[in-house]
């Protein structure tokens, strides 16, 4: 009965006899092996028929694309694939018994496959290849086969490697690849007279001849990394970024069969490269994590502006410190009238979508103004901060944790007075527009119920206040993308470039058309990030109103704010019982706004680096015994060398 069966159907058995009742069981998995070994050896018969269905499988014709595109980024662009994905996982492709790609599905066909296979040992994979096609059983029809199918793979990958050579947007990039000659046609010319020698029946590529397309492939990567670089000041575009991400899968891919090729243990570099094609046919369909990796390739661009800004927010001498505190002084005054105006804007009772886009116009038009005039909102340090620390940590090895320490102590001591230069502004000057509201207008500024509610909702145990404030510090964070993502844009896209050169604006004259150019192309991400935080301030709870969701924002500047205005115009019974807890509910406010605004612009940074969290929890050690020791250093101004 067993003759009857297929090939397929045969190994099929055979995978299913050596998969672990857990997938990461690998103890398990390597008993297994070391049962069918022994039972195989035993029955030479099961064994050779086993076999001869393995050298079947592995020498189907035509299987080039599945060496050189399993696990490759297809050409068709990110938003292509993952349309294609979505199409697949909802109704996948039939499948094709002479395709190793779904022979080799169909064998492993439980989706967590990948896991066992890449853990039992290589040994193992390689000891149970040889009891199923010993020295003697090859046949120079089954080696021709699989030397075939790897050799087409290489010369497509070299054409497509060549191909992006001639790319406009990898050129426009990096102008050097025009100018002077290509490593991506260099390794093709070199590349294919070695193939065409081998396809006509001559030796194989050497080690030495592998080593001489080695250094032309590390000069392509090489390239790849001239244009990563340069996108820090240049910025990059969604497509390179793909691009980018698929050539070096393409040049790693590369290597591994050439390598294969000319290895004197082909065998067991066989078993690795299936290994790691296994693992990408079994992603090949996720959508979850595509979508993290490209998402992970766009933030890389985007928090490299983030943390170029973020040095801007970090005061590393005792003047920076002063003047950080002097901006954020700034920052307090403009708020404390947008608070104003945001509660007299309240008092109309707009319809609720007309009332959250006018409560988002004020704060979006108050933020752009304190930019434009060099204050700062203490709240959106965080997001650019962490990216400045995450870019660093990426540079410094173990040892150097004490001079990022140094930094992420500055970062701490700057947001502190950064904090205390907005509430200690928006607090005093909002109690002296209450004080004068009534002498102008011949009112208080709010109803009596108005006012008193405003001390009630940021009461730290009797409201919701810390939920809303993390709901803001969510804000925050994405308004630091946003700026990113614009900063980006602007270099990549020349915008100072494009508007110094304009013909519609050759009217300001070269100079003045320049300087908006410069203007613009520094602040342009700045501008759009503090536009998109108003409208989110403004907008959040008027979602709550139309949906019911609970959500709503509670900012610290804001916050104190309404403090000073409540305290101010109601008599001092009606706040002296919600007075002190106001003032914990502010002091926690501004705790989780900075907290959950820089966790999260910390963790994307990292993610988008690849960084892990065994340096943040080595720094975060070395933090706190500095702050056993010296705790005053993380709030007072740096010394003076």
């Known amino acids: 009965m067993e003759t009857t069966r297929s090939p397929l159907a045969l190994i099929r058995s055979l995978a299913d006899r050596l998969r672990p009742t857990q997938a990461d069981d690998v103890a398990e998995a390597e008993n297994n092996f070391s049962r069918e070994i022994a039972l195989l050896e035993a029955r030479p018969g099961e064994a050779a028929m086993f076999g ?3 050298r079947g499988l592995l020498a189907l014709p035509c299987q080039s694309a599945f060496f050189a595109e399993t696990g ?15 199409g697949h996982r909802l109704l996948p492709p039939a499948p094709d018994d002479t395709q190793l790609r779904d022979v080799m599905c169909q064998i492993f066909h439980e989706s967590d496959d990948h896991e066992w296979v890449a853990a039992v040992a290589d040994e193992k994979w390689l000891a149970l290849a040889n009891i199923l096609t010993p020295a003697g059983a090859h046949t120079a029809e089954v080696d021709a086969a699989i030397t075939g199918n790897i050799l087409e793979a290489i010369r497509m990958l070299s054409y497509v490697l060549a191909g992006t050579a001639l790319d406009r947007e990898l050129l426009r990039s990096d102008p050097a690849l025009e100018r002077y000659e290509s490593p991506f046609l260099a390794q093709n010319a070199a590349l294919i007279p070695l193939l065409e020698r081998a396809r006509t029946g001559g030796a194989a590529p050497t080690s030495d001849e592998v080593r001489d397309i080695d250094v032309l492939l590390d000069q392509c990567g090489a390239a790849l990394d001239r244009v990563r670089r340069k996108a820090v000041d240049n910025g990059i575009s969604i497509r390179l970024t793909y691009l980018l991400a698929r050539l070096g899968q393409i040049i790693q891919r590369q290597r591994e069969l050439l390598d294969l090729l000319s290895a004197d243990d082909r065998p067991m570099r066989a078993v690795g490269l299936l290994k790691v094609l296994l693992i990408a046919e079994q992603a090949q369909d996720q959508i979850a994590e595509f979508i993290g990796e490209n998402v992970s390739l766009l933030a890389r661009n985007i928090t490299d502006h983030a943390s170029r800004q973020g ?28 608070a104003m105006l945001k509660m007299q804007l309240a008092l109309l ?20 103004l304190i930019h434009l005039l060099g204050f700062v909102v203490a709240t959106k340090q965080p997001a650019m901060t962490a990216a400045a620390i995450a870019a ?18 500055n970062v701490f001591r700057t947001q502190f007075i950064a904090v205390l230069g907005n509430v200690g502004l928006a607090l005093p000057v909002a109690c002296l527009i209450a004080l004068a509201w009534p002498l102008l207008f011949g009112m208080a500024p709010a109803p009596e119920g108005k006012l008193a509610h405003m001390l009630e909702e940021v009461h730290p145990l009797h ?12 804000g925050l964070f994405l308004s630091g993308l946003v700026s990113g993502y614009f900063d980006n844009r602007a270099r990549y896209h020349q915008l100072a470039q494009r508007i110094a050169s304009a013909p519609r604006l050759a009217w300001l004259g070269a100079q003045r058309a320049a300087r908006l150019g410069d203007y613009l192309d520094i602040h342009y991400g700045a501008i759009l990030g503090n536009l998109f935080f108003g409208m989110y301030l403004g907008l959040v709870g008027v979602m709550a109103n139309l949906t019911g969701l609970p959500v709503d924002v509670r900012h610290v500047t804001f916050v104190s704010a309404n403090l000073g205005t409540a305290v101010t115009s109601l008599t001092w019974p009606a706040v002296a019982n919600a007075l002190p807890w106001a003032i914990a509910g502010v002091i926690g406010i501004a705790l989780i706004n900075v907290t959950v605004s820089f966790a999260l612009a910390l963790y994307v940074a990292m993610k988008s680096r690849k960084q892990g969290a065994i340096q943040i929890a080595r720094l975060t050690m070395l933090l706190l015994r500095r702050f056993v020791k010296q705790p005053l250093a993380f709030f007072s101004p740096p010394k003076i060398d």
């Open 52 to 54: 001869e269905a393995l």
């Open 72 to 86: 490759v980024r297809s050409a068709l662009g990110s938003w292509l694939e993952l349309t294609q994905r979505i």
């Open 311 to 338: 040095e801007h927010y970090i005061a590393e001498d005792r003047a920076a410190w002063w003047a950080m505190g002097r901006s954020a002084a700034g920052g307090g005054i403009i708020i404390a009238i947008m």
């Open 349 to 368: 009772n707009l319809p609720p979508l007309t009332e959250g886009f006018a409560f988002g116009l004020n704060y979006a038009i108050g933020f752009v």
């Open 392 to 409: 660093t940590l990426e540079e410094a090895r173990p040892r150097e944790l004490e001079r990022l320490a140094d930094l992420a102590q």
């Open 463 to 474: 409201s919701a206040a810390l939920y809303f404030a993390a709901v803001a510090g969510v």
